[in-house]
């Protein structure tokens, strides 16, 4: 089974520009998430998709930050403008369902930002 | 706020040491606990977790054991290797309204050298 699928793997942009990350989920898998990793610490959820609806965007920087899950499949994670302080790295990762103890969630390889 | 606290690393070990990764967390309910490894150059994926109170997540000779009267879940393994290098983080999802939303302790670097 193919697994999650991110793209860029790296981007490098000058701060004020905009950048967009894709991310296309496991086959059949309802929820789909995007996480922010910074240098040094664990991945905090920006938000979370239950098919194309929002379920959580309150870490969302939202003066900046955009995303969207057309059609309920994949999904673009949009910064614009991009500051310094958003060099990380961005994960996506999917679901079977929303919640339940048995939820585990898989992966992509994240794709790195670096704002200078 | 829901949290999870991990020991400070690097921790680095000989090969087929000991290991303990501390990790205790605050929640309201009754939350699921995980832990995920992320290797070098890859993504993160799910080692172990544990649904209940007393419950011992296992794999790959890694075992964790949910404690709520001490809120730990301790990482645990008897003999590591140099493949076992990699961040590990202890992560938790929230019980009551649980959306499967994971909170991430911020990681711990394990190195075991030869």
């Known amino acids: 089974e193919a697994g999650v699928a991110q793209s860029p793997r790296y981007k490098i942009i000058e701060k004020r520009q905009s950048v967009a990350f894709w991310c296309n989920p496991i086959?059949?898998?309802?929820?789909l998430y995007w996480y922010q990793q910074i240098l040094g610490q664990g991945p905090k959820l920006l938000i979370q998709?239950?098919?194309?609806?929002?379920?959580?965007d309150s870490q969302l920087p939202k003066d900046r930050f955009s995303a969207e899950r057309l059609k309920g499949v994949d999904s673009t994670l949009k910064i614009q403008p991009a500051k310094l302080e958003d060099s990380a790295v961005y994960l996506c990762?999917?679901?079977?369902?929303?919640?339940?103890?048995?939820?585990?969630?898989?992966f992509g390889p994240g794709t790195r930002l670096t704002v200078l | 706020g829901d949290s999870v606290t991990q020991m400070e690393g690097p921790v680095t070990l000989s090969e087929e040491a000991c290991l303990t990764i501390n990790c205790t967390y605050t929640a309201t309910g009754y939350p699921s606990l995980f832990w995920y490894v992320q290797y070098p150059g890859e993504g993160l994926q799910l080692l172990l977790k544990?649904?209940?109170?007393?419950d011992k997540g296992s794999n790959k000779g890694f075992e964790a054991t949910y404690r709520k009267e001490t809120t730990s879940f301790h990482l645990e393994k008897g003999s590591v290797q140099v493949s076992d290098s990699a961040v590990y983080f202890c992560?938790?999802?929230?019980?009551?309204?649980?959306?499967?939303?994971?909170?991430f302790g911020q990681g711990t670097t394990l190195q075991v050298k030869p």
């Open positions: 544990a649904t209940k109170a007393d």
């Open positions: 998709f239950q098919n194309n609806g929002v379920v959580d």
């Open positions: 990762a999917s679901s079977l369902f929303r919640g339940g103890l048995s939820n585990e969630q898989f």
């Open positions: 086959s059949g898998h309802a929820t």
């Open positions: 992560a938790l999802t929230a019980g009551s309204g649980n959306t499967g939303k994971l909170i």
